[in-house]
């Protein structure tokens, strides 16, 4: 009897102990809802944010998924608190029109190294020797990559509102392609499946993509196909861009970085979630590694989910370093 009792005390002494922790916690009592774009490979990065948070006591709701115009709008009005997902500078319109610095967040660099251009397939590059997108000024070269019959080359563009779009027409634009090159744009998955498809079948192909995404994990960049060059810098909204690297090569856009961004008002209300938007960090490795994973196959909620998990387990110490960082600023 006496033994039981020790133990039953202990057993209290535990949950009392377990009750004040979670009582401390600084996200105790708060509703946090992220919002991401609807590319499902993105949901990854918004997830490990979640679950940090949610070991911060924040009760995390699922995560909206919208444009991401949509997205930065919303969190300027308050109605959602982050994304894991803002790009620069391919964003940087974006954040600017939703109200920018004034009415966001944004501290620390989740993801670094991340890069976007034009790709066309290696066995036509070498036999063609095309280099730079301005060639295809020349409308023989340009009809290589004809789809359609039209004469023009088909480029496998973006989804438009992805930023990427904008992009991509002010380029062509300013390197005078309009005449000869089409920029299809729609659902990227399903055209970017049929230019794959294509290249399997030994024809031809064109198109824009990014990294980290799977596509590039398909189509290998030096062994299937190639990135392209661009004559000059053209950046929306920025005159003097420079995307030329230290190399001398010039792909057209600069590399990027990947940043949590958050509501303003909210972040200086929540020290703790603001620290950890900081803080965190996430190799381009390991989101290419967890986008080949989707790709074959694993891509259900309940997949991410592990993935999520694993990429946790694997990194513990980081992650709880990451948990206790943030929490310490709340004090």
């Not at 401390?24 to 809802?33: A, F, I, N, Y």
């Not at 300027?76 to 009415?103: C, R, T």
């Amino acid at each position: 009897m006496k033994k039981t009792g020790i133990w039953a005390l202990a057993a209290l002494t535990t949950l009392a102990t377990a009750s004040t922790f979670a009582a401390d916690l600084p996200g105790k009592g708060v509703s946090v809802t992220p919002v991401q774009s609807t590319i499902s490979e993105e949901s990854f990065q918004t997830q490990l944010v979640s679950k940090a948070l949610e070991k911060l006591g924040y009760d995390v709701q699922p995560t909206r998924e919208v444009d991401y115009n949509v997205g930065y709008t919303t969190l300027a009005a308050g109605d959602a608190q982050f994304i894991a997902v803002n790009w620069s500078p391919l964003h940087d319109e974006m954040y600017k029109a939703a109200g920018g610095d004034k009415v966001f967040y944004r501290e620390g660099t989740y993801v670094t190294g991340a890069a976007q251009g034009w790709l066309i397939d290696k066995k036509t590059a070498e036999k063609y020797h095309i280099t730079n997108i301005e060639q295809l000024k020349d409308p023989k070269l340009a009809k290589l990559f004809d789809t359609n019959g039209d004469g023009k080359a088909d480029l496998t563009g973006c989804t438009p509102g992805w930023g990427c779009e904008a992009a991509l027409n002010e380029q062509l634009k300013a390197y005078g392609l309009e005449p000869t090159v089409t920029h299809n744009q729609g659902n990227y998955s399903a055209m970017i499946a049929d230019t794959i498809t294509r290249y399997k079948e030994g024809k031809p192909i064109f198109y824009y993509t990014w990294t980290p995404y799977w596509v590039s994990n398909v189509l290998i960049p030096g062994k299937d196909v190639l990135w392209m060059q661009v004559p000059f810098s053209v950046v929306p909204g920025d005159k003097n861009a420079d995307t030329k690297l230290p190399n001398g090569k010039n792909y057209g856009f600069p590399v990027s970085t990947m940043h949590i961004v958050a509501n303003k008002a909210w972040a200086e209300k929540n020290p703790a979630a603001a620290k950890l938007f900081a803080i965190m960090k996430l190799p381009l490795k390991d989101i290419n590694a967890q986008n080949a994973a989707m790709h074959a196959g694993k891509n259900s909620d309940a997949d991410i989910a592990a993935q999520t998990d694993g990429w946790i387990k694997a990194h513990q110490e980081e992650f709880d370093g990451w948990v206790k960082e943030a929490a310490a600023a709340a004090k």
